[in-house]
């Protein structure tokens, strides 16, 4: 791909594992510092990560497009807080409505997905609600929670808790 033209891209693509495109505006990509260095590569002639599928570049990623989706509005949000445009208060309703998913799976792969794009402020915000979400849960709560199966013996259990006799549930 030459950097020809490319000074004035203004939108990229994700070429999502479920077929599915999605589109991001360049400005409000550039939040993501990994993109940011990407798109940098493409104007100045050089391929990067992007491949060629359409009019504008595609990064394929490994995930959903739902899920790319919501990293997407994301990067939109952010572009908009950090230039000004939104104020405090409507900035975190939308923290708030950026992580109304129907299931905490489905927040692990947006948090997936930000951490591997560098989008910390995301990463950041997402922490925090997974751990409020771990909060005052069993061990066991939260091995259902995670999809984590309990493969420790009786005996590697007790040694456990008399190791860590203030654990309650193992």
């Known amino acids: 791909m ?16 479920d077929g599915e495109i999605q589109y991001c505006d360049i400005d409000h990509a550039k ?14 002639g050089e391929k990067g990560q992007f491949i060629q599928k359409s ?4 990064f394929q990623i490994e995930a959903e497009s739902a899920h790319v989706a919501k990293v997407i ?6 572009y908009k807080y950090d230039n000004e445009q939104i104020d405090n208060d409507s900035y ?28 910390d402020s995301l990463a950041e ?4 609600y997974v751990a409020r979400l771990l909060d005052g849960k ?17 005996e590697e259990k007790e040694e456990i ?5 203030w654990l309650k549930d193992l």
């Open 31 to 44: 939040v993501s510092p990994y993109l940011s260095r990407e798109i940098e590569k493409i104007i100045h």
């Open 138 to 154: 069993s061990v066991t709560e939260i091995r259902d929670l995670l999809l984590v199966s309990d493969d420790f013996s009786m």
């Open 73 to 78: 509005e994301w990067l939109s949000i952010q």
């Open 125 to 128: 915000i997402g922490s925090v």
């Open 161 to 165: 808790k008399k190791t860590f006799f």
């Open 55 to 58: 009019e504008e570049p595609t």
């Open 2 to 17: 030459s950097g020809e033209g490319k000074e004035s891209l203004d939108r990229i693509a994700f070429s999502c594992c």
């Open 92 to 119: 975190e309703e939308l923290q708030q409505s950026i992580l109304s998913l129907e299931r905490e799976s489905e927040l692990f792969a947006v948090l997936g997905i930000c951490s591997f794009l560098e989008i």
